[in-house]
């Protein structure tokens, strides 16, 4: 299985398919020949799950790329909820979620996944306040792991700016952190405009969601998923910036709302094809 520079992927919990394999044999006779991986329930991530799912993928000619972290605890559902319950900022679930991760990173590993990657939470503004200690421990431990394990791991953009999000990666001091660029995200938070934010964390960017959205409307909300080119993103810029910054990874397709996933991740296919 050959990927070609800039190949269309999909992340494949957006086929709306919660089953790993199932979403898989989805993406084979949708002719999608790059996915990122899902989370799953912990007890999923076994050795003998990973070798099943990477000889299912190979067999669909699927190629796993990357392999989200993340937990059956967390919420989306308002900037509130994401504050509280996503990523690795609680104290009181830090052990369990660093346990789970170490799973998860076994898991990418054994499936062939060139990173894990996560929403680690919103990142501390301010330096000197102990919770951006506590991440910047945590996520070296988590780094570390991965790089015993020969793999990379990607922090999810969106939460921060584009400058909080080096300034947090200058701090890390690890050779293997990268960034997976989310543009709607960067909307959806209200934090900063993609195009501008991708110049900036070129050097960083190892792979991409191709997203869309439009911007909150009011204070403390999130903005709104869109198909992709529906939205604000202004995906010809963005394809376009990847190519400039050189970037040749899969262009990998998520999309986490709406009643036709499926036909939305083919009508987003054709238009990233029509554009890389
Ligand atoms: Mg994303």
Redesign the pocket.
Known sequence: MRMQPMEVGV?LSSTGISDPFEATTKLGELGIKSAQVGFQPPEFYTSENAQKLKAHMQKNGVTPTVL?IGFVDESYASMAAVQETVGFLNPDKLDERVEVSRKAIDFAAELGCQAAAA?IGFVPADSSDPAHGKLIETMREIADYCKEKGIAFHL???QETAEELLEFLADLERDNVFI?F?P??MILYGKDKPIEALELVKDYVRSV?C?DGVWPTAEGQLGEERPLGGGQVDIPAFVAKLKEIGYTGPLTI?R?AGDDRIGDILRGKELLESLR
């Open positions: 992340f989200f929403h999810e953009t969106g997976n989310d709607a995200n969601h997203k998520e986490e």
